[in-house]
């Protein structure tokens, strides 16, 4: 039998993440070998994983960054089971370290992120390996990107909801930036402005309109002119830069914008909730 030494286990812990005690296990069973000690590790996190794959990972945190030079920013999700998981500071610390990659590396998609190499092995494999760690079902579930002269990335406190902001122009006042992040945050729009608003979207507003109208004994003949009304009432709350500014109602964010600066507006945004 291999003698087991503290840095031995300490090492082992630092590329797997998974507990001293784990790692002290793993380290025996494989009679001091590393590399098999590592693959005790992850065939334990694929066998909790398989037994846990039909649970249900609504938890979590949501994540948002930009990259050095502000013009890009990542957003990911890393689903856990329990609220208890996803507030456990080394949980928070592996799905910074998967966003962090992200931001770097900039991949086309979700499954382009999984594959990027984290400690030695894929970052999809890391997840179920981390499985085995944690004894939960984990899923990173989501990935998004923004390019733009500036990016503004918000994290609402407590990591359940995130915005990602991009601009037309770069050096201006940051709180500019961030107070845009935060009205995207906490007025959830659907789009930038009303040229933005898919169609299907219009026609299921103006439908909605007419059938309320309707109910309310409303003539026929009035029923377009109505939800033509209710439209731009939906456009005014649920178009970003309609919007009114939630510091200052008596400016929309498009005006907000244009006061800082006359060429400044949003060029796209991301946002994404668990559990709010």
Known sequence: ?????????????????????????????????????????RKKGQAVANKRADREATEG??????????KSGAMIVLNSESDFVAKNAEFIGFANKILDIAVTKNPADLDALKSLPLDGTKIGDKVVEYIGIIGEKLELSYYDKIEAPHVHAYIHPGNKLSTLVGFSKAGLDMQVYKDVAMQVAAMNPVAIDKNDVPQAVIAQELEIGKEQARRDGKPEAMLEKIAQGKLSKFYKESTLLNQEFIKDSKVTIGQYLKSADKDLTVTSFKRYTLNL
Request: hydrophobic share 50%; charged share 25%; aromatic share 2%.
């Open 61 to 70: 945190v949501v994540l948002a960054k930009v990259n050095a030079n502000g």
């Open 1 to 41: 039998m291999a003698t087991i030494s503290s840095a031995d286990v300490a090492k082992l812990r630092r590329v797997t993440l998974a507990g001293m005690m784990d790692c002290k296990k793993a380290l025996e069973e494989a009679d001091g070998n590393f590399d098999k000690a590592i693959e005790i590790i």
